[in-house]
């Protein structure tokens, strides 16, 4: 019997490895019953080994019982971070990311920033196959530029990716960063992890640099005026 093989399986599911070390702890208990019944009166064997096995079985039993107590905290997190998470509902989040998610209104939203200004700055959007579907000038100075995209009638909604290539009067490169936002719509849990979907884009709270409460349009007054 391998003590050392019943604790180096424990961390997978403590509850399964608890049930393993009482059906092996049965069975040592019944081979030292077979043993010490028929032993040798003049040759008994040494009880050292019995209690280094017992002090193994107690050792892996404490481990089991710290494993328990971690999937219990684990489980804890992941209920506290669906609960947090609830909250982006509704709301428009900026991801740093250079993906983004086709709104219901037919706009894919990004921000970029340039670290300088530039002499030119192409702007260039790709569907999930790579291949480029728009593409325009942008901004030359410096700072963060809003850019969204009215897709035509008919284009489909998927997860589109934004490019920059901006240059320098000099002809060198400037440094940019790329941002996608969007509606989170819901939320879904993948491999344990709750993630925020927004306008069909998975992305992890952690990845989320702002939120935005939407704002409902004013209804039109009775007699027409606003």
Known sequence: MDINSIAGGQGTN???SAATLAKDFDNFLQLLTTQLQYQDPLAPMDSNQFTQQLVSFTGVEQSIATNKNLE???????????????GYLGKEVTFGSDKAGMGEDGTVKWEYALSASTKTTKITVKDQNGLEVHSENGELNSGLHQFVWEAPEGTPKEIY?????????????????????????????VNGQVLLAANGLLMSPTNVLSVKEIKPEPLPAEDGTE
Request: negative net charge.
């Open 14 to 16: 403590a509850s399964q």
């Open 72 to 86: 219990s905290l684990i489980a804890q997190n992941h209920a506290l971070t669906s609960t947090n998470t609830v």
């Open 161 to 189: 990716t934004l490019e920059i290539e901006a240059v320098s009067a000099n002809d060198e490169k400037v440094d940019h960063s790329v941002y996608s936002k969007g509606i989170v719509e819901s939320l879904e849990k």
